[in-house]
């Protein structure tokens, strides 16, 4: 199994700016994607921001050119810069992964969830 610990939540201002952080630990044989997903209150968790293992990225367009998403082994990272009150939610961090206890199938991981909190 692959465990997702995350860390960087918190409260800010509007224009303010936060780093989450999520470590990836355990049976890892090779991660694919690693991603960030945001669900606001009442509505469903949607994409924010993915990091492929060729280093390619893509962004919501809602946070495009604010918002830059970084790895490095098995950490990675959501810089989020000139926040917004819409960008409040639960952040979690996603992984798509090979364990050594699945060779050969990719499974999914999810963090616990950080909360970010905007105000205007």
């Known amino acids: 199994q692959v465990q997702l610990v995350e860390s960087g939540g918190g409260l800010v201002q509007a224009g303010g700016s936060l780093r989450l952080s999520c470590v990836a630990s355990?049976?890892?044989?090779?991660?694919?994607?690693m991603a960030w997903y945001r669900q606001a209150p009442e509505k469903q968790r949607d994409l924010v921001a993915v990091?492929?293992?060729?280093?390619n990225t893509n962004y919501a367009d809602s946070v495009k050119g604010r918002f830059t998403i970084s790895r490095d082994k098995n950490m990675f990272y959501l810089q989020m810069n000139s926040l917004k009150p819409e960008d409040t939610g639960v952040y979690y961090c996603?992984?798509?992964?090979?364990?050594?206890?699945?060779?050969?199938?990719?499974?999914?991981?999810w963090g616990q969830g950080a909360q970010v909190t905007v105000s205007s």
């Open positions: 355990g049976s890892i044989f090779s991660i694919n994607n």
């Open positions: 996603n992984v798509r992964a090979t364990t050594t206890q699945r060779m050969g199938f990719i499974d999914i991981f």
């Open positions: 990091v492929r293992n060729t280093g």
